[in-house]
């Protein structure tokens, strides 16, 4: 990223509100292709954010709510195209851990939740924090998801089998699935695997179509037919929905009511409140403050923020055509999506891959098509939600199962096996402790894992004692790092070890420091008293080309002037002519000392 | 050290009792020295083990008993003749934060938490966990060894000037002194003081006398003159305390009492008894169960044992000799130690740096000294202890802060700015945190900002980019270290913004593995996504020197041969050939992902 004094004005717009590059070369055929990816993306969205709201815990309408404001806001301030901000899976399963005990009520609590995580996303943007989430390992990352998918898709176990149950954990939702299985509900159950039969069936059709505009240089054009199937494919779950709620109106019209239904919402716009305001006391409850409600939501405050830009960053880079992602500006709009949302009843949202790679296949070409998403969704909230009563839980189930079955990683594993067989232990850790101490104490599990494995390589590094027959024989040393106070006493140790099992015949040592770069006061406290030590034993060190940084810390922590090569061979040169081996400048420092 | 298997019995049985190897050469001239050794460390040791029991909160005849197993058990498990393990300032301190408020009397507590201690310790030595000690940093050791230090001497502020209150923190220890200046004591501030400037002038002396048997080569021997004013320096402990007694038994005598003076305590051996019994209910009281008592001895449990490793290892390799230190044995000694002498009062005992000195400068030979230091401690509780109730409490102060204000280190923050200017930030932190939050944390959060220094350091390596002209120019990318996940997407970001820059015209990439040892999954896929990137812009990729290893991962990950060279004039002389520049095999590839 170019520093900000080196931006003209222009520039300057143009990085905080990347829109304004997008408008000026806005045209025609780069709207008609935003309005097809924009209204692909409803059809997708709609019926997912539906079911996510009651991952959430929430009512359905707060789906819709919150993915109203993140196609407008990204459309200003975003700079990925393919990006769309609304509710995802494994925010929604998060916000449900954090907001359902909310004494204040959970709609509350979300919506304080997401202009909290919104200020968090803003914040880490404009101090460009976001390198934090590079200490977050792929491995990690693909555990935590996957753990994430599994949870998710167990948690929507009881609405396909139409059971009624409250249970939060992994281990408790199929501990109580198992407890009730003599309820097991006939009619929801076909439903709800006839659904997911048919979402996996469609899904795989996309495989036979061909998205709308996919490439520029393709020479044959694609049929009607294909095209077709592609859309047919990515709307199935708007079909689906919609046929369903269909379905169980005409059960109802004739007095039939075989499947568990949505409850009633109601329609219109949301309302607009401020997020955060004190529960005021009234006829007999007391009131809560806002630090009271703060408290309430505990580390939900910064572990949503923090999967949030992690998912995003990710999802970012990997729809950046070999750009460099301005994370910082990707983090500033999502969180200001966030706050926007949060005024609107909205809980927290995200971008989600598969939108993305919806909408990249659709043909997207600037982040204003958000834009159009942002009005199928308006419409969707005026116009529809009379109807909502009427869709089956057991469909809102298998639309979300269908969703994240897909995040479940199984390929990586064996990949992992293969490129490096110690990564294995971070992804085994954080997957097992996600499923059973949770999702947020999983990544930490692993990222210190991960830390406690970088700490050790750092701690171990390869040092290379060879035995050199020349005329006058000695030992070289070479370190494969910079030595710290965690690899020095290492270190020595090897080198003392090795000398002292060697015997006493070789009097010269030659420590190479080619690979130090870096010396901390422990390391070079260390290094003189193994010089001392090799000196006790009547042996002269002598060292090969350190930088200027590590000759003055070693010769401020020795008192003493080194000796000093610039090449092997001069070092080699010195020991037949007799001279450097005295060392005398060191010894006289040692019996000093 | 070497492997069990490859050593024959007779090395078996000296690695587990070195007193074997000791006992076989062991002589009468052998046997003076450490008679000598041993009983003027132990006149060192009596008065300052009595006046650190009431550091530790307890009795003084417990400052006795804990000196006592010390000397026999290291005799015949240690390896370092000049060690002596007994209390400690610094664990006396740590002794009386973890026991003070157990409510099954400080006594039991301080002993189980010795037994404790010392199992911990026997299973880091049995374990050899002693490599965990390496992870505290030696500015971190120091600003912790100073902080404790300075603690310590405030918490004898009280004694010296007769005052009494209770406190424990260094913060709450100086509140409450300035709170109650108006009752200072004029008599017991006076000897404080005097005894203070006494025993400074004596430590003094030694400069200008001579140690007993100090260099077998010195030609000309000392003179018994300066011999004496050597064992009078050593020996000033003893005669302070012993005349102050004399003094106030005077006073005494004459019916007065100027100062205040130590409690009656009883006389003969210790007891022996368990150190881990259940309290019995008896009339009225509850009774207390073993993991209750565990419970309140907290995390003591812990610190205790790793301080004490941590300070064991520092002072055996201080006097070592330039022998590698054996730290498991080491370890284990202690450890036995600890345990035997929890059988018969003791609280956590250890070797003392300044007692390491003494002995080492009264020339002693073998570890068997220390059976002279426990005969001198059983002749003190068995003869001594009907006069401790004369012993000034000031006097003991004054003992106390003459010992503890030569371990505040001042001169090492100099030195650390000289060598590493970083390495000022653990100090002060440790330093800070030591005296405001307590040892225990101090040491914790000092561990933690060197653990994230290290993780900067690992995860901002030197990623050198050079732009070569040759008839074909190309960039040379050179990593200063191997790459994991916390450096890899830096390195990435570094190599794609420089080619963004740089312009287009440059196509050819060599990426330099001579520094990359290693590479974890995360890397590898990052390197996979940056050949992608500079693929999409046109550049080919090329690698220098990659190891076997991670050739293997890269063409796994990137599902693709790697154009490698083993010389970067094999690379120059590619370029002029134009072979090696299509790259076609990973350009097949990368259309096909």
């Known amino acids: 990223m170019r520093p900000l004094t080196s931006l003209n004005t222009w520039d300057f717009v143009v990085r905080f509100l990347p829109v304004c590059k997008f408008i000026k070369k806005y045209n025609g055929s780069t709207a008609i292709c935003d309005l097809v990816a924009g209204i692909t993306v409803g059809l997708t969205l709609i019926p997912q954010v539906i079911a996510y709201a009651s991952l959430a815990g929430l009512e359905p309408q707060y789906g819709l709510y919150s993915a109203l404001c993140g196609g407008f806001v990204y459309a200003v301030f975003g700079t990925i195209p393919e990006l769309n901000i609304a509710p995802t899976a494994l925010l929604s399963l998060l916000t449900f851990q954090y907001t359902h005990k909310a004494s204040f009520g959970s709609v509350k609590a979300a919506i304080m939740l997401t202009f909290f995580a919104g200020i968090l996303e803003l914040l880490c943007g404009i101090l460009h924090l976001g390198f934090l989430v590079e200490f977050v390992s792929t491995p990690v990352v693909s555990a935590f998801t996957s753990a994430g998918a599994i949870t998710i898709a167990s948690s929507q176990i009881k609405n396909l089998f139409g059971l009624k149950y409250n249970a939060e954990s992994f281990i408790e939702v199929w501990k109580q699935f198992f407890m009730n299985l003599t309820e097991i509900q006939l009619w929801d159950s076909l439903l709800g695997f006839l659904c997911i039969g048919i979402l996996l069936a469609m899904r795989k059709l996309k495989d036979y179509g061909e998205p709308p505009i996919a490439n520029q240089n393709q020479t044959e054009k694609s049929s009607v037919y294909k095209k077709l199937i592609w859309f047919t494919s990515v709307g199935r779950n708007a079909m689906v929905v919609v046929s369903c709620a269909v379905m169980a109106f005409i059960f109802q019209y004739h007095n039939q009511k075989p499947f568990s239904l949505t409850a009633k919402v109601p329609s219109g716009f949301p309302n607009f409140s401020l997020p955060l305001e004190p529960i005021e006391p009234s006829n007999g409850t007391n009131g809560t403050e806002i630090s009271e409600m703060i408290g309430e939501l505990g580390c939900g405050i910064i572990v949503i923020p923090f999967v949030a830009i992690l998912a995003n960053v990710g999802i970012a880079k990997a729809f950046a055509h070999g750009k460099v992602v301005d994370a910082s500006q990707e983090m500033i709009a999502v969180g200001l999506c966030n706050i926007a949302g949060s005024f609107f009843g909205s809980y927290p949202v995200n971008a989600s891959f598969s939108r993305a790679a919806v909408s990249s296949a659709s043909g997207v070409r ?212 007799g001279n450097g081996v005295n060392n005398a400048d060191f010894e006289a420092v040692i019996t000093q000392l």
Chains 1, 2 share one sequence.
């Open 366 to 577: 600037t982040p204003l098509s958000g834009i159009y998403t942002g009005l199928m969704v308006i419409m969707a909230f005026t116009l529809f939600t009379p109807y909502f009563p009427y869709i089956p839980k057991a469909t809102l189930a298998a639309v979300i199962i269908c969703a994240v079955v897909f995040m479940v990683e199984t390929t990586i594993t064996k990949l992992i096996w293969k490129i490096n067989k110690l990564d294995i232990i971070p992804f085994v850790a954080t997957f097992i402790s996600c499923l059973i101490i949770g999702i947020e104490m999983g990544i930490l599990i692993g990222i210190l894992v991960e830390v406690c494995k970088l700490i050790y390589f750092t701690s171990r590094p390869k040092v290379l004692i060879e035995t050199i027959q020349e005329t006058v024989p000695y030992l070289r040393v070479t370190f494969s790092s910079s030595i710290y106070f965690s690899s020095a006493e290492y270190g020595r140790q090897k080198i003392l070890k090795h000398c002292f099992n060697s015997g006493q015949e070789i009097h010269r040592v030659l420590i190479n420091c080619i690979n130090i770069l870096n010396l901390d006061y422990t390391a070079a406290k260390c290094f003189e008293s193994l010089l001392k030590d090799l000196q006790k034993r009547g042996k002269t060190v002598a060292f090969l080309i350190p930088n200027d940084r590590i000759r003055k810390v070693l010769e401020v922590s020795c008192e003493a002037k080194l000796t000093v090569f610039k090449s092997e061979n001069q070092f080699k040169l010195s020991l037949q002519e």
